[in-house]
T-cell receptor, first 111, second 117 residues
Framework: AQSVTQLGSHVSVSEGALVLLRCNYS??????LFWYVQYPNQGLQLLLK??????LVKGINGFEAEFKKSETSFHLTKPSAHMSDAAEYFC?????????FGSGTKLNVKP | DAGVIQSPRHEVTEMGQEVTLRCKPI?????LFWYRQTMMRGLELLIYFNNNVPIDDSGMPEDRFSAKMPNASFSTLKIQPSEPRDSAVYFCASSPYSGGITNEKLFFGSGTQLSVL
């Protein structure tokens, strides 16, 4: 069975601080992993996806995620938070043609 | 490309009324998904289609919900009769699908905010 767990429904950081959003997955097959971002009143947009070509994946807006098989994790990071990063972030695992989303983490960025 | 188009953007209705949500996927995409998002349950997959055929509707909450995809460019999600607990944001998403296990992403519409009074 496939599932995704996101630790922390709300994360608050100061502008310029490191962003770390956690995601752990379970998958019975090699996983395809994704991070999506949702801004208020909008649909989800892809931030980055794990393609198995490299364990460190770079996405848009300075975000990156590292796939760690031993820890079954795919945490999302950004070295320096910007006010515009305030949004909800979803980790997802794909099995065949079905996506399983985590419960989401709302990121608040304080000035 | 205009992306995935959903209508209406907002829908307010009274309990017991029929509600129809509409979706136009990205041209050339042959997989279409309906999701529901609530604070309590997060993003739930309701149903998905491949090549206009429903593949998995195990997420449809009950018989009041039905979905159709009469052609490759249009899908509807209908709730009849609607209830207050159906209030949520409903997203449609599409994806190209090659028939195997791929890492193709989902493209989401902007959603329909449904309020059932």
């Amino acid at each position: 069975a496939q599932s995704v767990t996101q630790l922390g429904s709300h994360v608050s950081v100061s502008e310029g601080a490191l962003v770390l959003l956690r995601c752990n997955y379970s998958s019975s097959v090699p996983p395809y992993l994704f991070w999506y971002v949702q801004y208020p009143n909008q649909g989800l947009q892809l931030l980055l996806k794990y393609t198995s070509a490299a364990t460190l994946v770079k996405g848009i807006n300075g975000f990156e995620a590292e796939f760690k098989k031993s820890e079954t994790s795919f945490h999302l990071t950004k070295p320096s938070a910007h006010m515009s990063d305030a949004a909800e972030y979803f980790c997802a695992v794909k099995n065949f043609n079905k996506f399983y989303f985590g419960s989401g983490t709302k990121l608040n960025v304080k000035p | 490309d205009a992306g995935v188009i959903q209508s209406p953007r907002h829908e307010v209705t009274e309990m017991g009324q029929e509600v129809t949500l509409r979706c136009k996927p990205i041209s050339g995409h042959n997989s279409l998904f309906w999701y529901r998002q609530t604070m309590m349950r997060g993003l739930e997959l309701l149903i998905y289609f491949n090549n206009n055929v429903p593949i998995d509707d195990s997420g449809m909450p009950e018989d009041r919900f039905s979905a159709k995809m009469p052609n490759a460019s249009f899908s509807t999600l209908k709730i009849q009769p609607s209830e207050p607990r159906d209030s949520a944001v409903y997203f449609c998403a599409s994806s190209p699908y090659s028939g195997g296990i791929t890492n193709e992403k989902l493209f989401f519409g902007s959603g329909t905010q449904l309020s059932v009074l």
